[in-house]
């Protein structure tokens, strides 16, 4: 398998502040033989002269960021094996900034989530894991991240102990479960500081059997969505026309292909008013075309005139997706301002902006304690919660766990128009189970 061969990996660092997030991804460029050589040389001069070398330099690009030694943003990096092909999104720890998390796991096929093995509370008779390790986890199960890598790292400074690394693993493991983060989930003991079971097995961990983490990422599948698979879904980003006085008046709809393929002929449905018709041309960047499938960016013309806009969808004849106003959806919140329920907000799903009422607060998630504050009156920020809501207009949505792209949305306030949320639709609320 070559690294065209195999599909491209994205994955990011995940957990709490001063983990060893960055820490790790410049090791891990570092020792993949994957730098530029001026950033080579200044970490072997670094070395030659006795000094650490400073691995979190190579993703920390801010001047802030290198100031304080923390992440703020999401720092992407691309880089290639001979397997496959990988884009790293190294993001914050901080509370302060898990809206740049969710912004840098919201395409992720894989995550990282780093333990510092120092800062686990051993006190008790079962180690206490750091809350954003907690909600960072709840996150991605939210975003449905088919794959974590639980690395607990900074072994070296606990002496590669085994016992206390197993039992962070059962921690984790409890977790988990708890949450129902039902995911393909891997453990990896490690020093990012030291190279230990990044590239190479490590010799200081005899006790650990299993892949170092590059082989790892190099083995993850990618299965994230079978978004190919579904009935076609098409938004509408914007309506072309040409010689609109003339016979021959072209009128062609941009956007692109959310979900399923579409070819000439096919028989497709305009939502949300309902009406039909057929593909009658494709166009894709490269021209003409007969075929396109899920993530093509296009310009379609239809077989008859129909009053067609920007935030509409055009969808397989046969699809299930109907207009709806009424949601329940799950909520990150990201703004200082908490969440005020008597006030109107703006939904952005897919090109479609339409505002939106929070007609009650379901419940909060509590990081700390894993359960659900049924009476909570807002959401401050950083709270996930559960809410249910009514759109002026009505949504051609689907839940989040059938597809992202048409599953997810954004509040915005109309009054300062911050982001002042993520949000996930969900496919139903059931009692009896952790459904974030």
């Excluded at 969710?102 to 989530?113: K, M, P, Q």
């Excluded at 921690?171 to 708890?178: D, F, H, M």
């Excluded at 806009?309 to 909520?331: D, H, M, T, Y």
């Excluded at 949505?397 to 597809?403: G, K, L």
Aim: hydrophobic share 40%.
């Amino acid at each position: 398998m070559t690294a065209n061969s195999a599909p491209l990996l994205r994955f990011i660092t995940a957990g709490s502040v001063d983990d060893g997030k960055s820490t790790l991804i410049g090791r891990l460029l570092y020792d993949s033989k994957t730098l530029l050589s001026d950033q080579i040389d200044k970490l072997n001069r670094a070395a030659d002269n006795g000094e650490t070398p400073d691995f979190a330099s190579l993703t920390d690009g801010l001047a802030a960021e290198r100031e304080q030694g923390i992440t703020i943003d999401v720092a992407y990096r691309y880089f290639a094996t001979a397997k496959r092909k990988f884009i790293i999104a190294d993001t914050p720890g901080h509370e302060q900034y898990t809206r740049n998390m969710v912004t840098g796991a919201s395409t992720a096929d894989a995550a990282i989530i780093l333990v510092d093995a120092t800062r686990v509370d051993f006190s008790g008779e079962t180690p206490v894991l750091l809350p954003q390790t907690k909600r960072h986890s709840a996150i991605l199960k939210l975003l449905g991240c088919p794959n974590i890598i639980v690395a607990v790292n900074k072994l070296d400074l606990v002496g590669y102990d085994e016992t206390k690394y197993q039992a962070i693993v059962a921690a984790y493991r409890a977790l988990a479960e708890q949450i129902e983060l039902n995911v393909s989930l891997h453990f990896l003991p490690i020093s990012a500081l030291q190279g230990d079971n990044i590239v190479s097995a490590s010799a200081n961990t005899p006790w650990y059997q299993g892949l170092p983490l590059l082989p790892l990422l190099e083995s993850l599948p990618v299965s994230r969505h079978n978004a190919a698979g579904q009935p076609a879904y098409f938004s509408v980003q914007r309506v072309a026309r040409q010689d609109g006085s003339s016979s021959d008046d072209f009128r062609g709809y941009q956007g692109r292909l959310e979900a399923g393929r579409l070819k000439t002929g096919d028989e497709v449905k305009i939502l949300p008013n309902g009406q039909t018709a057929r593909i009658a041309e494709i166009y894709s960047p490269e021209g003409k075309t007969d075929n396109a499938e899920a993530g093509d960016v296009l310009t379609i013309t239809l077989d008859t005139d129909i009053d067609i806009s920007r935030g509409n969808a055009i969808v397989a004849a046969a699809s299930p997706v109907a207009p709806e106003q009424q949601f329940q959806a799950a909520l990150c919140w990201f703004d200082h301002t908490p969440l005020n329920i008597r006030r109107k907000y703006l939904l952005k799903h897919t090109t479609q902006t339409t505002a939106v009422k929070i007609s009650a607060i379901d419940y909060v998630w509590d990081v700390h304690t894993l359960s659900r504050v049924q009476s909570a009156d807002d959401l401050k920020l950083n709270d996930i919660g559960h809410v249910s809501l009514k759109t002026q207009q009505p949504l051609n949505a689907t839940a989040y766990d059938e597809n992202p792209a048409t599953g997810a949305f954004i509040l915005i306030d109309e009054a300062t128009n911050h982001t002042v949320a993520a949000g996930m639709i969900r496919s139903r609320n059931t009692a009896d189970s952790f459904e974030i």
